[in-house]
């Protein structure tokens, strides 16, 4: 099983401000396969972020989502006051799929 | 649009069986497949399985391998989620998502069922 790991658990950030948000993975996630949602209070996730680095349909550029292997990381250019939520990876390349343990990225 | 719309919030008393549906509408259902995740209150998501709507093939997670069926009816676009012998930590949100085929990649989302276990 891949265990992702999520860095750091929380991010105290302003808006307008810049959010770099790590996952890793145990062993190699498979041909990049690894998601980015996100998740706001009572709601159920969105997708953000495929295949390491392409957005999901209606998903602002603001969000970008890079790295391959083993090591990957979404990045907010500008934080907006609705993007304070939390945050989870997931490679979906082998079963079973697992998710990481989430960062929430909240108000400083 | 794409919308899966599932069933209401169940209580059940340890040992008992609760049965999840999600009905699908806005795409066409053999096309994609559906999975199930949970999430136990203020905690993460936790993967539970696959069910390709196409020809009912099942991958389940172990942890939950003889105790969870995953169904789906393509007359009615609708999978199924049936849990059995449950235990106090069940309880959480169960979500249903669709899944696309081949790449098993979780697309679109449920807005989730809460399942409480209580004596």
């Known amino acids: 099983e891949i265990v992702l790991t999520q860095s750091p658990g929380t991010l105290s950030l302003s808006p307008g401000e810049r959010a770099t948000l790590s996952c890793r993975a145990s062993?190699?996630?498979?041909?990049?396969?690894l998601a980015w949602y996100q998740q706001k209070p009572g709601q159920a996730p969105r997708l953000l972020i495929y295949?390491?680095?392409s957005r999901a349909t209606g998903i602002p550029d603001r969000f970008s989502g890079s790295g391959s292997g083993t090591d990957f990381t979404l990045t907010i250019s500008r934080l907006e006051p609705e993007d304070f939520a939390v945050y989870y990876c997931?490679?979906?390349?082998?079963?079973?799929?697992?998710f990481g343990p989430g960062t929430k990225v909240d108000i400083k | 649009q794409v919308q899966l719309v599932q069933s209401g919030a169940e209580v059940k008393k340890p040992g008992a069986s609760v049965k999840v549906s999600c009905k699908a509408s806005?795409?066409?259902?053999?096309?994609?497949?559906i999975s199930w995740v949970r999430q136990a209150p203020g905690q993460g998501l936790e993967w539970m399985g696959w069910?390709?709507?196409?020809?009912?093939?099942?991958n389940y997670a172990q942890k939950l391998q003889g105790r969870v069926t995953m169904t789906t009816d393509t007359s009615t676009s609708t999978a199924y989620m049936e849990l059995r012998s449950l235990r106090s930590d069940d309880t959480a949100v169960y979500y249903c998502?669709?899944?696309?085929?081949?790449?098993?990649?979780?697309?679109?989302w449920g807005q989730g069922t809460l399942v409480t276990v209580s004596s």
């Open positions: 062993q190699s996630v498979s041909s990049s396969y």
């Open positions: 997931q490679q979906y390349g082998s079963s079973p799929w697992t």
């Open positions: 998502a669709r899944v696309l085929s081949g790449w098993y990649l979780i697309d679109y």
């Open positions: 295949g390491a680095s």
């Open positions: 069910i390709s709507a196409y020809n009912g093939n099942t």
């Open positions: 806005g795409y066409t259902f053999t096309s994609y497949g």
